[in-house]
């Protein structure tokens, strides 16, 4: 007889060896010790380096004194987002590119990592799940973790997800599934390979998932990296999509709060899905309660912050940041084509996906730029079984970091 222990959720279990950046930080760790190593240039994670806006930090500055005050304190905000928050970014972000989204329908949060795992909370375990590959790896795990996978297979995929490949023979753009399936993750600018779509692409997505009563999770974390201006922000741009799509976004990137953590999810307020009796169910109205009950909301302080990215020089300094990372990926690009290598990403987003040399696997090639340049990148394999051959490799860094990583790849 087994001792009576707590039982744990077996689910976890089926997860691969290690998460893919705590396996980057391993081998960048034994490197560093064999080695003695001060150099390393990392351009792996997606993590920013340049410092806050100022506008974001006076205003962050600001509340903090509020809050010190008998007239200015707050407590408990609201779970769903401060109203002025919610306002600033249905009109700036939706309402100023013709989406009509209003503030109710707008979930303030600590990041659409989590918004984009959480989710899955109200919808249930029966949905057939279609994930691009490469792909996030948040949304595959999140996934296993709740049970609405099998157990991995030898090639790494899980048994019960549908993978739509993305690749040079698509131009990294997934295609509509022949068969039906109820919740589809789409990521544009994409992540990891720097692709996008364009506003028809986008609509024949949109089209489907009303045609099948499907649901579109879009995570649109890097739109304010687009550049071309034919290219949609919003999946809210196309026709029909309040009755299928759920959008998430983060200030990480644009604004640089990874390490501030605010971000927002869009769910419209007409979205409906079904229960087991075919009853129809509002999403927007389970979110609230999702959040209402597992979520004390963002702080006062970080929600100052993030209303300051829609001031006038909020908005300048943002720019100066986005095009400050948009440069590097300019450079990186430009650099890696002159060296022979096959080159994608970095036009509209600010990462680079590369082709590995032969007879090489992307791990092999995260080895060998780790070993002869002290660079570090991130493994394509990493982001799915389509992702092997390739190499991902980050603009968010110094401008000097940049340079000097690319110059040590050429120069190997």
Known sequence: MFPKVVQVNENYLKLKAGYLFPEISKRVNLHSQKNFSSELIKLGIGDVTEPLPRSCVDAMQ??????????????YGPEQGYLWLR????????????CQIVPEEIFVSDGSKCDSSNIL???????????????????????????????ANDNGSYEGLTYIAINEDNNFKP??????????????????TGATVSKKELKDWVDYANRNNSLIFFDAAYEAFIQDGNIPHSIYEIEGSKNCAIEFRSFSKNAGFTGVRCAYTVIPKN????????????IWSLWNRRQSTKFNGVSY?????????????GKKEVEKLINFYMN???????????????????????????????????????DYLLEKANVVGTPGSGFGLAG?????????????????????????
């Open 62 to 75: 600001n509340a903090l004194v509020e809050m010190s005050t008998n007239k200015g304190f707050r407590g």
């Open 87 to 98: 306002e600033k970014i249905a009109e700036n972000e939706f309402i100023s590119k013709g």
């Open 121 to 151: 909370d109200i919808l249930g375990n029966d949905n057939l799940i279609a994930v691009t590959d490469p792909v996030y790896p948040v949304y595959v795990d999140s996934n296993v973790m709740t049970g609405r996978t099998g157990f």
């Open 175 to 192: 295609e509509i599934p022949k068969e039906k399936v109820d919740i589809i993750y789409l990521c544009f600018p994409n992540n990891p």
């Open 271 to 282: 979205l409906s899905g079904r229960n087991s009796k075919g009853e129809e169910i509002n």
């Open 301 to 313: 302080i970080v929600q100052r912050g993030a209303e300051a990215v829609y001031s006038n020089q």
């Open 328 to 366: 590097n990926a300019s450079i990186m690009r430009n650099k890696l084509m002159q060296a022979g290598f096959k080159v994608f990403g970095g036009l509209n987003a600010p990462y680079i996906w590369i082709k590995v040399p032969d007879q090489m696997t992307s791990w092999d090639f995260f």
């Open 388 to 412: 092997e051959g390739y190499f991902r490799l980050s603009a968010f860094n110094t401008l000097t970091n940049v340079n000097a990583a690319m110059e040590r790849i050429i120069n190997i």
